[in-house]
């Protein structure tokens, strides 16, 4: 099972709008609707902030915002605040209990 | 609140064994599959392993299968992972997760527990 493609970074600057993408194809991404994303800071534990595409765990702010369209997911981030700088992974479901994360992308507030 | 508590890592040698524990509480630990998951050093997340609520279904990545074997206590309200032929390239932070539900991805983690495997 590869890993999921995501782009190594973006940026933006503060109250910008940045999106990371997360290819993968029919067997994961394209065939599930269970596409989650996480954010990561330096030694933490990855935390949820969308899970099922597009559903916003309570406690995470509006501004984070997920879509899915055929094998390619989405993660948007509105309103760019300095502590949305972290680290963010996208996980498919990929069938049989089987799960594949993404690559990873770096965001920078600038 | 949702608790899980890893231990069990630390420095082994190649080829060594080493077995992870993760402590649940403030859920039905018996109602969820759970999952283990990796991060080497400054690289992304791995999937390692997942197991079903009864244990009934079992699933490992390429990587780590016939060598490393998850397992649960229902009763202890625990999930165990057991690491054997360890190489290099198992050296990671080991994550206890659980699911929302089977299909889903991990909604919680654990805090980790460090593996070095290294002579």
């Known amino acids: 099972q590869s890993a999921l493609t995501q782009p190594r970074s973006v940026s933006g600057s503060p109250g910008q709008s940045v999106t990371i993408s997360c290819t993968g194809t029919s067997s994961d991404v394209g065939g599930y609707n269970y596409v989650s994303w996480y954010q990561q800071h330096p030694g933490k534990a990855p935390k949820l902030m969308i899970y099922?595409?597009?559903k916003r765990p309570s406690g995470v702010p509006d501004r984070f915002s997920g879509s899915k369209s055929g094998n390619t997911a989405s993660l948007t981030i509105s309103g760019l605040q300095a502590e949305d700088e972290a680290d963010y992974y996208c996980?498919?479901?990929?069938?049989?209990?089987?799960?594949?994360f993404g690559t990873g992308t770096k965001v920078t507030v600038l | 609140e949702v608790q899980l508590v890893e231990s069990g890592g630390g420095l082994v040698k190649p080829g060594g064994s080493l077995r992870l524990s993760c402590a649940a509480s403030g859920f039905t630990f018996s109602s969820y599959s759970m999952n283990w998951v990796r991060q080497a050093p400054g690289k992304g997340l791995e999937w390692v392993s997942s197991?079903?609520?009864?244990?009934?279904?079992?699933y490992y990545a390429d990587s780590v299968k016939g060598r490393f074997t998850i397992s649960r206590d229902n009763a202890k309200n625990s999930l165990y992972l057991q690491m054997n032929s360890l190489r290099a390239e198992d050296t990671a932070v080991y994550y206890c997760a659980r699911t929302i539900s089977s299909t889903s991805c991990p909604n919680y983690w654990g805090q980790g527990t460090l593996v070095t495997v290294s002579s």
């Open positions: 099922d595409v597009s």
């Open positions: 197991i079903s609520s009864s244990s009934s279904y079992i």
């Open positions: 996980c498919s479901y990929a069938g049989s209990y089987r799960y594949v």
